[in-house]
């Protein structure tokens, strides 16, 4: 954790405030001890004080909140962007015997009622609003009405222009403090760099607010990046060799191809479902609680999906297309795994998806700044995909914090090499340069190869670019080498691309390679990780809350099966009933009575009472 950044807030704390975030902590979320620097974030909200808080996914930030509503008088409003969750986050706290509503447009006339009915009568613990709620007066009138305890901005870089998932009704949270001076804010997220955290300070008027910065490592995830190659095919490979039945999310850039890649996965076994923006409300609702509600469905998303998707047992999260950030990356990897057990976080990554980019970027609305400032989170997001270190040191030093290796990523277990390219890297510069001083041409990548190849295809010829000087000079390499090379000179800021047609171009650079000897080091791809090899090194990650053998494996199994018959009974996810960690730890001590089974992480008095007879009763079956 960071020391705090800007004058903090006095933190009144007491004793009787300090034991009963403790006793609520034990007793309706059924933990021991708070994790990291939670307890201290907890004791500053309880005291009247603000707090900016980033905290990876799955690493606890709602018992941030939660537990100061429940300890202070009021109830804690949560403002939340994610309208289309707030259902299932009531529900979970519901099960847990916590008083929860929410108020947003999916809901009837008298529904609505009800719930403001219930926040003014202090009938409530927590309250969830989406931002654009809290610009109507209505809702101002509404809180005037009851007692606040806190106020929570969850998924708080939305307000962030800087960032990669800016929404405009963040904009206007500054209210909060100009109209409830004496309510305490917390602002969660799980993603910033240290430029974002210093616009949520501004924009959210927290300038009095102690900074908790906790680690950005999430150990049980593997990262790992591959050459682009069919990548359905390469998909397929990947989810039949190592997640078999799992949870998993697919990011696909367009519409299109979720689609396509959703029924390639049908058709070949596996039980997917698309989401885009393009699905009609319906479809995407009831694919997205299939998701959160059935074991072992793949979700095949644009990136309109995941934010907020507290589905702790998601193992896997692809990327098809390269994201266009490294704070949208890493948001979106840490949706796997947020149990804590091993997760991989796998992409395949091409040429094209650097023209794509770059592409899109130049036809961006907005200012030249705006595209400086997508330029910037491009070439990050390269240099994670072309870096011959520590994939996770370079994750965490993006984040300003300390790099080290990891030993759980693709580069730490089958460490790529570096080659002289300079030579390689003339050649390509100087047939770009020939085509546009010779000829006044610009060509794409695949035709430059071709050039070098010294293939005398219909286009070649019919151009006359086979008595180019530079046709048949890189016979050295195949087809797929130079691809690397041009992918990595767009990465080093070598080439450009320019036009609806992907047109390769020099910049200022080139000029330093092809006359003033600049040498160019480029990576050489490693020879692909059997998957045999790339399963096993992912069990690497942080230890399972309990090691099972065989015959614990085959009780924890009952237990999945009885939660899921309890959850689709009840009609909600299955982790509202119990969390994949906390069945491996009943798993694996066997309680005998409902006192030992309240002991296991995760068992509140709530769910203890609810499911305590039900799961002695599949222990004793089992």
């Known amino acids: 954790m960071e020391a705090p950044e800007a004058p903090t807030v006095p933190v009144a704390e007491s004793g009787a405030e300090s034991d009963a975030a403790q006793r609520i902590l034990n007793r309706v979320f059924g933990y021991d001890s708070f994790r990291g620097e939670q307890r201290a974030i907890v004791d500053q909200v309880i005291g009247g004080g603000d707090a900016l808080v980033l905290m ?19 109830v804690g409003v949560v403002v939340s962007p994610l309208i289309a969750l707030m259902q299932d986050q009531v529900d979970a ?81 500054s209210m909060l403090h100009e109209r409830w001076p004496d309510v305490p804010r917390i602002a969660l997220t799980a993603t910033a760099t240290e430029k974002t955290r210093d616009e949520i300070i501004t924009r959210l008027d927290l300038g009095g607010a102690r900074r908790f910065v906790a680690s950005f490592d999430r150990p049980n995830i593997q990262y790992r990046i ?16 190592e997640h078999p039945g799992d949870a998993g999310i697919v990011y ?8 396509k890649t959703a029924a390639f996965l049908t058709e070949n076994g596996i039980r997917a479902v698309p989401y885009h923006a393009g699905l009609d409300n319906r479809t995407r609702a009831e694919n997205q609680a299939r998701f959160l509600r059935e074991e072992g469905l793949v979700v095949v998303a644009t990136i309109a999906f995941g934010m907020g998707i507290d589905k702790p047992d998601v193992r896997f999260v692809a990327h098809l297309d390269l994201p266009k950030s490294v704070e949208g990356y890493y948001q979106e990897t840490g949706r796997a795994g947020r149990d804590g057990l091993p997760s991989t976080a796998w992409m395949v990554y091409g040429l094209q998806d650097v023209v794509q980019q770059r592409k899109l970027i130049e036809t961006s609305e907005g200012d030249a700044a705006h595209r400086r400032r997508l330029q910037l989170h491009l070439d990050a997001m390269l240099a994670l995909c072309e870096t011959v270190d520590c994939r996770r040191a370079q994750l965490l ?96 800021g070598l080439l450009a691309v320019h036009g609806d047609y992907g047109v390769l171009t020099l910049t200022e650079a080139s000029e330093a390679v092809l006359f003033d000897g600049r040498t160019v080091a480029l990576r050489r791809e490693p020879e692909r990780p059997t998957p045999a090899r790339a399963a096993r090194s992912a069990k690497t990650g942080r230890a399972a809350p309990a090691d099972l053998d065989t015959a614990d494996t085959a009780l924890f199994e009952k237990l999945r099966q009885w939660r899921a018959d309890t959850a689709k009974e009840q009609g909600v996810p299955a982790y509202v009933v119990f969390h994949d960690a906390t069945l491996r730890d009943i798993a694996a001590r066997k309680p005998a009575d409902l006192r030992e089974l309240g002991t296991v992480n995760g068992v509140g008095e709530n769910k203890l009472a609810r499911y305590g007879e039900q799961v002695l009763e599949v222990l004793a079956a089992g």
């Not at 990876?56 to 009021?74: H, M, N």
Request: glycine share 8%; proline share 5%.
């Open 226 to 241: 591959e050459p682009k190659n069919r990548p359905d095919r390469q998909l397929l490979e990947f989810l039949r060799a």
């Open 397 to 492: 030093a993006y984040f300003g914090q300390p790099p080290q290796p990891c030993g759980n990523c693709d580069t730490c277990l089958n460490p790529p090499e570096s080659w002289d390219g300079t030579v390689a890297a003339q050649k390509l510069l100087s047939a770009v340069l020939r085509l546009k001083r010779e000829r006044g041409q610009s060509f794409g990548a695949g035709h430059l190869i071709d050039i070098l190849l010294g293939k005398k295809n219909q286009k070649v010829q019919q151009y006359d670019h086979h008595e180019l000087s530079v046709f048949g000079v890189g016979t050295d390499l195949r087809d797929t080498q130079w691809r690397g090379v041009v992918r990595q000179l767009l990465a080093q």
């Open 252 to 259: 696909c850039l367009s519409r299109n191809s979720v689609e």
């Open 56 to 74: 990876p996914t799955g690493g606890g930030k709602s018992l941030c909140y939660q537990i100061p509503a429940l300890v202070r008088d009021g």
């Open 93 to 173: 706290l519901s099960a847990l015997g916590v008083r929860a509503g929410f108020l947003n447009s999916t809901q009837f006339p008298d529904e609505r009622r009800t719930v403001e009915a219930q926040f003014a009568a202090g009938e409530l613990d927590l309250l969830y609003l989406a931002p654009e709620r809290l610009r109507m007066e209505s809702t101002a009138q509404l809180l005037d009405r009851g007692r606040i305890a806190l106020f929570a901005i969850d998924e708080a870089h939305c307000v962030s222009q800087w960032g990669h998932d800016f929404r405009p009704d963040y904009l206007a949270l």
